[in-house]
């Protein structure tokens, strides 16, 4: 009785009422469905918007091979993913320090993330070549948007789009609402390797399923390891940007950076160096981190370990976001295999 007066009064007091400090399960599956719906429901508006253009008279051609047409592309998984996550610690009451975007991360930590993000661009850009070579030949349509690569102002501008902003909001969601979300939930493993198929599933197509899973594996284990989403969004932004660099001086000076996947030692090449980038990421887990979670959370860890439901509890929004996730991962990868216009 003595327990039930004091649980009863804790729930009327003033703390009731201040923001939560970290996700939930639940939160998580509602964050996930939002986050697979918004960048279509933007994406949408882009097209109603054009229509309403095409309505008074513009060529739908000259539209769609416009840069301002591409520019606004770019920036409907941004705009989507940032209206998401501010929306919803809005309406959860949910404290921004829930996400963990801890700048103060160190020189050490600052300087493992640009080796990690070199690892997985070079790592992994032979192996994810091959890939889409076997979806070419299988039909598949490999989709891609570009920008003008012809001068400075265009690169950082690419910059910008491609790599600061996708790098911010997919983190403060995926990082910082989903996999912080899991790891209430389910074992920091299993949190690790859902919340980076949930990231794949995210991009809509087979196209986009295995370098994105692997790279939300790299990007979920250093918000784990460092105790904070900003190495990820750092990592996350790198990995784009020298992809991003590299494209463009291809473009200005004319360069072949293509391989032919006709040849048996260039996938020879793609395993082995990914072989090795793998190998790189453990020697880092293995003697830089040492397999230590690094949030500065130590005081709440066996409460936290008593609070994991495992996958037969977890909310029924978490498996609904996954059967929303698959249905728009399949319905993209078949329009991937139709035939083009």
Known sequence: MLYNFVMTKQKITPQTFEKAKFYNPQDMGIAYICALVAPYVISLLLVLVCQIVISSGVPAESIESSVVYTIFSCLCSPIAFAIVFFAFNKVKKVSFSAAKVKFKIGIVNTVVCFAVA???????????????????????????????????????????????????????????????????????????????????????????????????????????????????????????????????????????????????????????????????????????????NQDEENDQQTEKQQSKTGFKNMPISFWVSIGVAVIIFIIGTAIGFMPSA
């Open 118 to 292: 070199l690892i997985c661009v070079f790592g992994m850009q032979y192996l994810i070549g091959g890939i889409d070579y076997v979806l070419q030949l299988g039909g598949y349509n490999l989709t891609q948007i570009s920008l003008p690569m012809d001068n400075f102002g265009w690169l950082v501008l690419a910059l910008i789009l491609m790599a600061l902003l996708p790098a911010i909001f997919e983190e403060l969601v995926f990082r910082g609402i989903l996999l912080n979300g899991l790891r209430k939930g389910l074992s920091d493993i299993s949190a690790l390797f859902i919340s980076a198929l949930m990231f794949a599933l995210m991009h809509g197509s087979i196209q986009q399923l295995v370098y994105p899973f692997a790279l939300g594996l790299v990007l979920g284990w250093l918000a784990m390891r460092t105790g904070s989403t900003f190495t990820s969004m750092l990592v996350h932004f790198l990995n784009n940007a020298i992809v991003i660099i590299i494209n463009y001086f291809t473009v200005r000076h004319g360069l072949d950076m293509s391989v032919s996947y006709t040849n048996a030692w260039v996938w020879v090449l793609a395993i082995v160096v990914a072989a090795v980038a793998g190998v790189l990421i453990y020697l880092i887990e293995r003697f830089y981190f040492k397999g230590k």
